[in-house]
């Protein structure tokens, strides 16, 4: 197991330098950089304005930059931002609760709506109730979650006025509408997921020989089929949770939500490659420990992934 583990960690630097190199080719090919967004509306000179540049060390080789920059991260050291001269460090972190609390309450409603819709269909499969709840799982992979999000706030926020337009706080109210605006989008797929690891299990001979040996068809259901459909289940939602934490950037848009993802899309609009680089790289970090924690949850779901784990991946 713990072999497992150190290899899964020592996998995220090579990703790391990759997705830190690309921030930084990009950034440079767009418009612009920061001291342009700085120096906007000032009166300044161009040779001002190149003074500004140099001081900040832009006029330098791309490769330079990012060789410094690589140094100083794998010191522990994230840099500043450009903008408002803060760690990137803390102005992560500043946000970070507020993604985790999104990312959860997503997950949440993702699992409250796919799972019993997914199992309800795959005991009924081929039935009106079945197609009903497919065609339901496929208009919410089908709506863009930016246009259902703008739905939700014309709805509920202006005509009800039930919630906040928009969330600039953490509070509950804040936290309900995108949360179920982005755990709709991820329950699509989910819910296929779950009805199809369900039919895989449902034909197995082990569950008619529970039910002739007079087990209730609830059990039945929810503790030998759901216990053995585990696993693909828990992918989905482990990739989909991943994906939370760093792609809800454009429902905290929409929202106004002062998470992560608006974080990263303000450096990115703002040429803050510091910031930027940083926001991707933590957030990279977070994703692979996310799935590596969904890894080791199936060992204790399916004891031949314990079994495999302790003989180091190894299969005979």
């Known amino acids: 197991m713990w072999r497992y583990i150190v290899k899964r960690i020592l996998m995220l630097i090579p990703v790391i330098i990759g997705a830190s190199l690309l921030v ?23 040779e001002q304005i190149e003074a500004v540049r140099e001081s900040m060390g832009l006029n330098r080789p791309l490769l330079v930059r990012y060789f410094e920059y690589l140094f100083g991260l794998f010191r522990g050291d994230f840099g500043k931002s ?26 949440l409603v993702n699992v409250c709506l796919s799972l019993p819709i997914g199992i309800f269909s795959a005991r009924h499969q081929g039935s009106i109730a079945d197609n009903a709840a497919m065609v339901f799982a496929l208009l919410g992979v089908s709506m863009p979650t930016f246009w259902l999000g703008l739905m939700f706030i014309v709805l509920f926020c202006v ?4 919630f906040p337009a928009t969330a600039g706080g953490t509070d509950l109210k804040s936290i309900v509408l995108p949360s179920i605006t982005l755990g709709i989008g991820m329950m699509a797929t989910s819910t296929r997921t ?6 895989d299990v449902l034909r197995q001979d082990y569950l008619r020989t529970a039910r002739a040996k007079g087990v209730p ?10 216990k053995n459909a585990m696993i693909p289940i828990l992918t989905t939602y482990g990739t989909q949770l991943a994906k939370a934490f760093g792609g809800g950037a454009v429902i905290e848009m ?7 993802g608006k974080l990263l899309l303000d450096a990115i609009n703002n040429r803050d490659t510091t910031l930027a680089c940083g926001c991707i790289i ?4 977070i994703t692979v420990i996310v799935l590596l924690g969904v890894d080791i949850l199936y060992a204790f779901v399916d004891p031949r992934v314990k079994a495999q784990y302790a003989r180091g991946g190894k299969k005979k």
């Open 82 to 107: 450009a903008i408002s001269n803060e760690p990137v460090l803390r102005l992560f972190f500043r946000r970070f609760p507020a993604t985790v609390k999104l990312a959860i309450g997503a997950t």
């Open 24 to 46: 930084f080719c990009v950034m440079n090919l767009a418009k612009g950089d920061v001291v342009s967004i700085i120096t906007a509306g000032a009166d300044m000179s161009n």
């Open 282 to 285: 933590l957030q990279t970090t």
């Open 217 to 226: 068809e609830k059990k039945v259901i929810n503790v030998h089929a759901l």
């Open 159 to 162: 005509n009800l006025q039930w």
């Open 254 to 260: 929409v929202f106004a939500y002062p998470g992560v």
């Open 194 to 199: 779950t009805r199809s690891a369900m039919l």
